[in-house]
Structures are given as structure tokens and as C-alpha cells.
Nanobody, 130 residues
Framework: QVQLVESGGGVVQPGGSLRLSCTAS????????IGWFRQAPGKEREGLSC????????YAADSVKGRFTITRDNTKNTVYLQMNNLKPEDTGVYYC???????????????????????WGQGTQVTVSS
């Protein structure tokens, strides 16, 4: 049984940083496409950063480009989302997700097609507020 467990969320002031972690069991993340998504109140789930082939490349949404970075630690079977210069509009529930790399042709496609991603974590709340 595949499980993805996010951690690291919390309350942070504008301009602050957080690092989210997503640890997997039941699959080896270095062989799978991974992504981070966010759902803000009243909004659709948004793909933030995705990496399909564990090749060092990634897609970042315009809303987080230059501020958020997705990385993998294969030794820990964990994916991270480093978030810097956080803004109030970054508030929401953050989810990591995984799928077979053959499911998506590009990093951007995985982030654009959240409804097609197979495995999801339970989410972690991030609140950016002064």
C-alpha cells in the first residue's frame, strides 16, 4: 500500500520560509514522478512544482517561480518543497503527489493535470500571516 505523508507546515510571517517534506512508503520515489500542489480556500488545486523523471529538471508555476524549489533525497525516500519569501496568498493546504513517470510527458503537464495524478498525501496546512 502506497502512502505519502507530508510534514513541515505551520504558521509563518510574510517573507519567511518553510520546508515541507513528503516521505513515501510502498514505493521508491526516485523512480516516480513527483509534484507539490496547493489548494487555497475556495480555489482549485494548483500545481506548484513537478519533476517527472528525477533528472534535476523541474517545472515551477509562475506564482512560485524563484521562491519555491522541489528537491529529492533518494536516501530518505523523501521529497521536499523549500518555500522562501512566503506571501499571504501562499496560504493553503499543500499536497505532495506521485505517479508513474510514463503518465506525464513533461514536468509542466504533471502540474497542469492534478486530476490525473494517482497517489496523494493527506496535505499539510501552511498559513502566511502577520
Amino acid at each position: 500500500q502506497v502512502q505519502l505523508v507530508e510534514s513541515g507546515g505551520g504558521v509563518v510571517q510574510p517573507g519567511g520560509s518553510l520546508r515541507l517534506s513528503c516521505t513515501a512508503s510502498g514505493l521508491t520515489l526516485d523512480k516516480y514522478a513527483i509534484g507539490w500542489f496547493r489548494q487555497a480556500p475556495g480555489k482549485e488545486r494548483e500545481g506548484l512544482s513537478c519533476n517527472v523523471n528525477n533528472d534535476g529538471s523541474s517545472y515551477a508555476a509562475d506564482s512560485v517561480k524563484g521562491r519555491f524549489t522541489i528537491t529529492r533525497d533518494n536516501t530518505k525516500n523523501t521529497v521536499y518543497l523549500q518555500m522562501n519569501n512566503l506571501k499571504p496568498e501562499d496560504t493553503g493546504v499543500y499536497y505532495c503527489a506521485a505517479d508513474h513517470p510514463s503518465a506525464f510527458a513533461t514536468n509542466q503537464r504533471m502540474c497542469s493535470d492534478a486530476k490525473d495524478v494517482w497517489w496523494w498525501g493527506q496535505g499539510t496546512q501552511v498559513t502566511v500571516s502577520s
